[in-house]
């Protein structure tokens, strides 16, 4: 089935430092991807999503380019906050009725 | 209210209780998931209804868990005689798509913590 490779973390950054939180899929053809987000004490919800190849998502200062070359989906941002603070998890369609997550990415941003 | 409702927050309970865990979806939503999420991994696929019919329960870890969604609105998780190994946080989402219609996204509710001592 369907499964993505997610960056360890946990990720301790200053502010205004730029991340990239690295993801990578196997799937069967060309499946949306995504990006969810879980801020403390929340539940989960999407950040941003790539419905084909080639395209990028992006929200709150957040991108990420489906690239089926490097069958890659890595998510970035310019300049984090504190706010940023949070779980992000990458995530795919699997067969079925399922929906594949990675292990999540524990982000910490200092001041 | 405006999202995806799970009650209780958060749940101990001795081993071999039964529990039942709660989740009000969004109103109008026809899909509904519900998930488990171990300490420091990601959520694990539990189970699937489409309305009121269960379309895939194949990520039940056995069959002391049982699922329902009788009038396809309000579901209930239920796990009997609990075990260590079911402390985990359980996350319901829905979607107005349909599975399978994945351009769309998951709402999902802030998770109901159970805890088995």
């Known amino acids: 089935g369907n499964s993505v490779t997610q960056m360890e973390g946990p990720v301790t950054l200053s502010e205004e430092a730029f991340l990239t939180i690295n993801c990578t899929y196997t799937?069967?053809?060309?499946?949306?991807l995504f990006w969810y987000v879980q801020y403390p004490g929340e539940g989960l919800q999407l950040l941003l999503k790539a419905t084909k190849a080639d395209d990028k998502g992006s929200n709150k200062g957040f991108e990420a380019t489906y690239r089926k070359e490097t069958t890659s989906f890595h998510l970035e941002k310019g300049s984090v906050q504190v706010s940023d603070s949070a779980v992000y998890f990458c995530?795919?369609?699997?067969?079925?009725?399922?929906?594949?997550f990675g292990t999540g990415t524990s982000l910490t941003v200092i001041p | 209210g405006a999202g995806v409702s799970q009650s209780p927050r958060y749940k101990v309970a001795k081993r071999g209780q039964d529990v039942a865990l709660r989740c009000d979806p969004i109103s109008g939503h026809v899909s509904l998931f519900w998930y488990q999420q171990a300490l420091g991994q990601g959520p694990e696929f539990l189970t699937y209804f489409q309305n009121e019919a269960q379309l895939d329960k194949s990520g039940l870890p056995s069959d002391r868990f049982f699922a329902e969604r009788p009038e396809g609105s309000v579901s209930t998780l239920k796990i009997q005689r609990t075990q260590q190994e079911d402390s985990a946080v359980y996350l319901c989402?829905?979607?107005?798509?349909?599975?399978?219609?994945?351009?769309?996204?998951?709402?999902f509710g802030e998770g109901s913590r159970l805890t088995v001592l």
């Open positions: 989402a829905s979607s107005q798509g349909l599975a399978g219609e994945w351009t769309g996204e998951l709402f």
């Open positions: 995530a795919l369609p699997n067969t079925g009725n399922q929906f594949y």
């Open positions: 799937a069967t053809g060309y499946p949306s």
